[in-house]
């Protein structure tokens, strides 16, 4: 079982519409978590940490569930600008390091 | 507003060749990075350095080395390239020596072994 798992997607969505998509972990001690966005052919950019009370910011939202060791991210009236590939991380309790996931890709579409 | 600088962005090289590749960044960042990704899998982390002078080996270090030059300047080097190594290579760097989860990426080198 990988570490950090995802829909790899793509999910193709209307513009305006509402999006969410999940990472899971493996690793019940993990203790941080972030999305990053990359843009095709690009380099990722963070997007957001992830915190136990879940974060928003703007149009997006994060989540944490400890107990199915998931996180999530919400994507609230989609713009065709958010079209990339979102990548989740965690970080490892081991050696410090971030562990990716090989992310989700999202096509909103006019 | 530099960031993160990286080259070359493209190479091919044949079987054996050698190669490195420079990133440079201008934060005044404690910690450096290299990471390759490959298509349908996670960025897997090659060689950090957690602050000048040291340097760790990452998930995947087998067929690479890199070299801290100063606080600046991380270069990867591939002594005997192979076809495995073909690949997306980023550079990034932190604030932060461990436990960050905020990097920043260079705009990545596009290398091809044949």
């Known amino acids: 079982r990988k570490e950090v798992e995802q829909d790899p997607g793509p999910f193709n969505v209307p513009e305006g519409a509402t999006v969410a998509f999940n990472c899971t972990y493996s690793?019940?001690?993990?203790?941080?978590f972030f999305w990053y966005r990359q843009d095709c052919r690009k380099e990722p950019k963070l997007l957001m940490s992830v915190y136990s009370s879940g974060n928003e910011d703007g149009r997006f939202t994060a989540q944490l569930n400890r107990a199915s060791q998931y996180i999530s991210l919400l994507i609230r009236d989609s713009k065709l600008s958010d079209s990339a590939t979102y990548l989740c991380?965690?970080?490892?309790?081991?050696?410090?390091?971030?562990?990716w996931g090989a992310g989700t890709k999202l096509i909103i579409k006019p | 507003n530099a960031g993160v600088t990286q080259t070359p962005k493209f190479q091919v090289l044949k079987t054996g060749q050698s190669m490195t590749l420079q990133c440079a960044q201008d934060?005044?960042?404690?910690?450096m990075y290299w990471y390759r990704q490959d298509p349908g899998m996670g960025l897997r982390l090659i060689y950090y350095?957690?602050?000048?002078?040291?340097?760790d080996k990452g998930e995947v270090p087998n067929g690479y080395n890199v070299s801290r030059l100063n606080k600046r300047e991380f270069s990867l080097r591939l002594e005997s390239a192979a076809p495995s190594q073909t690949s997306v290579y980023f550079c990034?760097?932190?604030?932060?020596?461990?436990?960050?989860?905020?990097?920043?990426f260079g705009e990545g080198s596009r290398l091809t072994v044949l």
């Open positions: 350095s957690a602050s000048e002078g040291t340097t």
């Open positions: 934060m005044n960042h404690n910690s």
């Open positions: 690793n019940s001690a993990s203790q941080s």
């Open positions: 991380v965690v970080l490892s309790n081991s050696n410090y390091q971030l562990i």
């Open positions: 990034a760097s932190s604030e932060r020596s461990v436990g960050t989860g905020e990097l920043f």
